[in-house]
């Protein structure tokens, strides 16, 4: 069990700071009246169970209290009072300070001391009676023995709190509070039938009235209906009425307008001569674009008429290619050749004779002649190949020309539905022969 093992108090009444240690069992304070024996105990009861209230108990001159409470198994209960300027109570808090774990702080806690400070200290205050509550722990000076000064009353209330016997007295008083006020329910009940049966007595007829208001309602719903179509025909006689007159007023009208066929046979042949002269514009603009198509399209195949010129540079440069090739497999024979007399001077060096070595000087000098003639050949020949290249670039770039001019031939051709040079209708399967003869081929013989 848990005991008291040292108490510190600070600036609490006559207490400025003072220490006191606890034994275990019973401990008593003794000393001379007014030394501050009975302010231990406030302390004692301030700290643990929050009385006194207020603060009243500061000492005098100082502006906070504190008593620190250590308990046989090291834990610290402090409970602080920190006054404003004024003098009025100002942070009020407890502190609990454990040996093993961090501390707790409590604040704002009202006039109920917080559950974690009883069980820290575990000396909580014993319930005798539904208003009388017992320390146990501590008691006063001149204070009787337990229970003794008690009124009897009292004596058996604790006792049989403490056999627990006041839970069925509980129980038989909540039982019997349950049952009074049963009955008084009853009774209530009872009473409130009786004059709801005497207030209904006034409406005993109300199936009979009810099926009158239920005919009344249909009889209502009939005339709103009658009054409806009645709504309904007066609209439509008025409208009869503004008819029949917007009837005379048309007549009328017609009268006046007996000319209005043969005026309007007029308006028919001038919309339609309108519609005619718009045709024919529209004819003319499309005349003049084609015209304009047909002069630049004109003017793109008479671009191409060098078609044939490159087409003959081609062949010359094909023949020009053949007569390169012959060139270059001379050349190969030509270095064999040249390797063999080469070969041959060597042998020469090493001969005596000078009309052999005289006919060799001649026959170096013609072959270098041919070496000389090859090499023009090779560079007319190389000559030849840049030509050959430039002319199949300009045949390729006519070709892609040609193309799109065709391309964009044949859309004019399928859009107008006729030539546009002659303007004679152009059936569709013949577009692509006309398309191939411009494109160089033989001559298809179609007609439009």
Known sequence: MRQIQHLVIENFQSHARSELSFGPGLNVIIGPSDNGKSAVLRALRWALYNEPRGSEFVRVGARECRVTVTMSDGVQVVRELL???SGASGRSRYIIRYPDRDEQVFEGF??????EVIKAHGMPQVLLDTDKRVLLSLGSQLEGPFLLTESGSLRARAIGRLLGVHVVDAAVRSTQKDIRSARMEVSRLEREAERYAEALKPY?????QEARLNQAEELLATVERLTQRLQRLQTLNAQLASTEAE????DSALARLDGLSEAREH???AEETQRRVGRLERLA???????QESRTYRSRVAALGAIDTVESHAREAAIRQSRLSSLTRVESDLSRRLRELDQLDRAMARLTAIDRASE??????DKTQRIQQ???KQAELADLQSRLAKGEALVQEQDRALRQALAEYEGVLRRLGKCPTCLQPVQPAAIPRILAELAGGPPSGHTH
Do not use: F
């Open 204 to 208: 005993e007829d109300i199936p009979q």
């Open 285 to 291: 603009t499309d005349l003049s674009r084609v015209e």
């Open 83 to 85: 006054l404003t300027k």
């Open 360 to 365: 060799l000087t001649q026959s170096m000098a």
């Open 267 to 269: 308006l028919l042949s």
């Open 374 to 376: 090859l090499q023009a």
């Open 247 to 250: 009837s005379i007023r048309v």
């Open 110 to 115: 009202g006039i109920d001391v917080p559950a």
